[in-house]
T-cell receptor, first 111, second 116 residues
Framework: TQLLEQSPQFLSIQEGENLTVYCNSS?????LQWYRQEPGEGPVLLVT?????EVKKLKRLTFQFGDARKDSSLHITAAQPGDTGLYLC???????????FGSGTQLTVLP | SAVISQKPSRDICQRGTSLTIQCQVD?????MFWYRQQPGQSLTLIAT?????????ESGFVIDKFPISRPNLTFSTLTVSNMSPEDSSIYLC?????????????FGSGTRLTVV
């Protein structure tokens, strides 16, 4: 069973601060995705990374895939209350089509 | 990307009864999945819904408890059978598009089930 561990599990910060969420595994993934989920909704895809060392930017969010494709990070610059939510990393490996989800990071940005 | 309509959005059910959750996708998709989630926690895969054949269940989940149908490429149902309070959770369906840029998966908005 492939496991994805996220840290921290909970994060509460003030508006304007920066933060980084980590997603780590001992297994190699062919692709890794980041989702954000708000209460009462399903997860919404933020980004997919597929190449080791890849860096993608989405406005104030920066995503990185580790060189060995075993880990990833999400960095948010100048967090805003609208960034509040549950952040989930999820990976696929080999020919498997189902996602393996990380343990989740609950982010709260206080105004 | 595909849009999924999932219903009901929530229900309160008596123990011993069954509830069927429906997911309708607005476009053809290759694969559909069913997940369970406790509020604020990660998602656990229940099964992969296969079009025209029996679903593929993950360890710990069985067909008698969670029968799944997928009669075509855009529709699937999950039934939670003989419910007990331990089945109280959020159930989500997900779909993978036939042609997806970035391999993105789409999720329904979930069904919050409370068993009393």
């Amino acid at each position: 069973t492939q496991l994805l561990e996220q840290s921290p599990q909970f994060l509460s910060i003030q508006e304007g601060e920066n933060l980084t969420v980590y997603c780590n595994s001992s297994s190699v993934f062919s692709s890794l995705q980041w989702y954000r989920q708000e209460p009462g909704e399903g997860p919404v895809l933020l980004v997919t990374v597929v190449t080791g060392g890849e860096v993608k930017k989405l406005k104030r969010l920066t995503f990185q895939f580790g060189d060995a494709r075993k880990d990833s990070s999400l960095h948010i610059t100048a967090a805003q209350p609208g960034d509040t939510g549950l952040y989930l990393c999820a990976g696929t490996s080999g020919s498997a089509r189902q996602l393996t989800f990380g343990s989740g990071t609950q982010l709260t940005v206080l105004p | 990307s595909a849009v999924i309509s999932q219903k009901p959005s929530r229900d309160i059910c008596q123990r011993g009864t069954s509830l069927t959750i429906q997911c309708q996708v607005d476009s053809q998709v290759t694969m559909m999945f069913w997940y369970r989630q406790q509020p604020g926690q990660s998602l656990t895969l229940i099964a992969t819904a296969n079009q025209g054949s029996e679903a593929t269940y993950e360890s710990g989940f069985v067909i008698d408890k969670f029968p799944i149908s997928r009669p075509n490429l855009t529709f699937s149902t999950l039934t939670v059978s003989n419910m007990s309070p331990e089945d109280s959770s959020i159930y989500l369906c997900s779909a993978r598009p036939i042609t997806g840029v970035g391999y993105g998966y789409t999720f329904g908005s979930g069904t919050r089930l409370t068993v009393v």
